[in-house]
T-cell receptor, first 117, second 111 residues
């Protein structure tokens, strides 16, 4: 149980294009999902907290107009990187908190490798 | 906000030895402390967690200890195996749910 999927697993795009990444909780409902970014050999940095049916809460320094988050259902959150640039190349990971579980327990997706040329 | 420090950054052990990774946190309101294992190119996998009302938790070869007074917690892996080689992250969270991660420890278990 507690499986989180991400799609795509990797994507290569040209500079200036937009890329959408999906995060799904497969066997549980998640009121809250989180989006992280991880650069090579570094830790996970929280980008934003996504709550179903409401606007996402972004961490300091994360551009909300560049990283659009939509959490339209209890099993799906999407992250859209708009006008991507090479510096946006990174490993993007989502996590989901089961609605029925503890407030802190998070299950992570497998990540999406974004490369912007 | 919360700050989590993790040590060591790299750890090399022989198969069968024990490995210990330590973390300290700054926010006394933190009450949930998970440990994640991350293999190359994959997302983090929860391996064990502990809540602030417990001092120790064990699951087969893996154990976690928590000292709330000193604000530190540790991961103990006994009888290490080559497949334990990975990057390990500690994290701390309050009831709100936001996780703050440590810097990570690269564990290498030599056969």
């Amino acid at each position: 149980g507690a499986v989180v999927s991400q799609h795509p697993s990797w994507v290569i795009c040209k500079s200036g294009t937009s890329v959408k990444i999906e995060c799904r909780s497969l066997d549980f409902q998640a009121t809250t999902m989180f989006w992280y970014r991880q650069f090579p050999k570094q830790s996970l940095m929280l980008m934003a907290t996504s709550n179903e049916g409401s606007k996402a809460t972004y961490e300091q320094g994360v551009e909300k107009d560049k990283f659009l988050i939509n959490h339209a259902s209890l099993t799906l959150s999407t992250l859209t990187v708009t006008s991507a640039h090479p510096e946006d190349s990174s490993f993007y990971i989502c996590s989901a908190c089961p609605t029925s579980g503890g407030a802190s327990e998070q299950f992570f997706g497998p990540g999406t490798r974004l490369t912007v040329l | 906000g919360e700050n989590v420090e993790q040590h060591p950054s790299t750890l090399s052990v022989q198969e069968g030895d024990s490995a210990v990774i330590k973390c300290t946190y700054s926010d006394s309101a933190s009450n949930y402390f998970p440990w994640y294992k991350q293999e190359l190119g994959k997302g983090p996998q929860l391996i064990i967690d502990i809540r602030s009302n417990v001092g120790e938790k064990k699951d087969q070869r893996i154990a976690v200890t928590l000292n709330k007074t000193a604000k530190h917690f540790s991961l103990h892996i006994t009888e290490t195996q080559p497949e334990d080689s990975a990057v390990y992250f500690c994290a701390a969270s309050t009831s709100y749910g936001k996780l703050t991660f440590g810097q990570g420890t690269i564990l290498t278990v030599h056969p």
